[in-house]
């Protein structure tokens, strides 16, 4: 498939969205940039178009590279005790849904409480910072040993990032949390902060439709079960509350992130990575979705249609 074509189509949905900038450091972005990457299992290649190659903070895309390692880490069944797996219909940052809910822990991993929680999870080890470890694995399941942490980014996120402090404590003082809040915000603002490419994602999208295997050495990193639980949540909740809009029209499993990053996983087919900083209100990247919508039905890949 053509994705310079795909490129040329959807660049101009730039104009629809607007750069995160609660984030003061991430609205510094040039917002007319559209680039994609796709590896292909079968023909183990990746291809890839316009801004592909263009470092931006991966910000929530990071909740599924650290589930991953803690589940990897801990053991499935030892994570899902402190963290659900349901859809919450509310922003990723709310906290109004775990009140609601009575909660006895944050809903899903991929709104903020929940990544907070599952971040809280990790114990140096070895001698290594639980962030330590967090960069190291992503390094391993992007295959992209560049990744480094931005500093601008992380201290605007740190200074800025009262909401996020707002549910650790709520958190913590439910008996949810049971680790240093402030050490674990400074990990998940760290982790946030990572800088990858849309490369790197559709090389993380990869090892997840390769049910766990890096398709570039056929090594194992995560278990089946674990990779299979990841691709359900991406497709209930990994778009937010606009996740079953994108479901019922894209049909892959998909994680946004703010920093403008789309990754998705074709099941045995495609890792998909898409690069677009422009957002609509759910933070969601707005070219993104319209460029992963033309490639999930040029290449039929909507699971629930093939
Ligand atoms: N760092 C961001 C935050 O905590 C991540 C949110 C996102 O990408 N949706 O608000």
Redesign the pocket.
């Known amino acids: 498939m053509d994705l310079k074509q795909v490129v040329d189509n959807n660049l101009a949905k730039t104009n629809l969205g607007k750069v995160?900038n609660?984030?003061p450091a991430l609205g510094k972005v040039d917002p007319k940039q559209l680039g994609i990457a796709v590896y292909d299992l079968n023909k183990d290649n990746i291809t890839n178009a316009g801004n592909a190659d263009v470092r931006f903070?991966i910000?929530?895309?990071?909740?599924v590279i650290v589930f991953l390692y803690v589940a990897k880490q801990l053991g499935l069944s030892n994570v899902t005790k402190h963290v659900g797996a349901r859809q919450t219909g509310f922003p990723?940052?709310s906290i109004l849904n775990m009140e609601i809910e009575k909660a006895h822990y944050p809903l899903n991993p991929f709104i903020?409480a929940g990544?907070i929680e599952v971040t809280s999870l990790i114990q140096p080890y070895n001698g290594k910072s639980p962030f330590d470890q967090i960069i190291q694995f992503a390094r391993e399941i992007c295959h992209d040993p560049q990744i480094s942490l931005n500093s601008e980014i992380f201290e605007s996120?740190d200074r800025t990032?009262d909401?996020?402090r707002s549910l650790a404590y709520y958190l913590k003082a439910n008996n949810m949390m049971h680790a240093d809040v402030t050490a674990s915000l400074t990990t998940?603002?760290k982790q946030?902060?990572m800088m990858v490419t849309a490369i790197s994602l559709a090389n993380l999208g990869a090892v997840l439709a390769n049910n766990g295997i890096k398709p570039w050495d056929n090594k194992r990193l995560v278990p089946t079960e674990v990779a299979t639980y990841t691709k359900s949540l991406m497709t209930t909740t990994g778009l937010?509350n606009e996740s079953g809009t994108y479901s019922s029209i894209i049909g892959v499993p998909t994680k946004?992130?703010?920093?403008g990053g789309l990754m998705s996983a074709a099941p045995n087919r495609f890792g998909i990575g898409i690069f677009s900083p422009p957002l609509d209100n759910a933070?969601n990247s707005v070219a993104g979705l319209s460029a992963l919508e033309e490639i999930s039905n040029e290449l039929k890949i909507d699971i629930f249609q093939y």
């Open positions: 995160a609660y984030i903070a910000e929530s895309i990071s909740k990723f940052n903020n990544a996120e990032g909401t996020d998940y603002f946030c902060s937010y946004s992130g703010v920093g933070g």
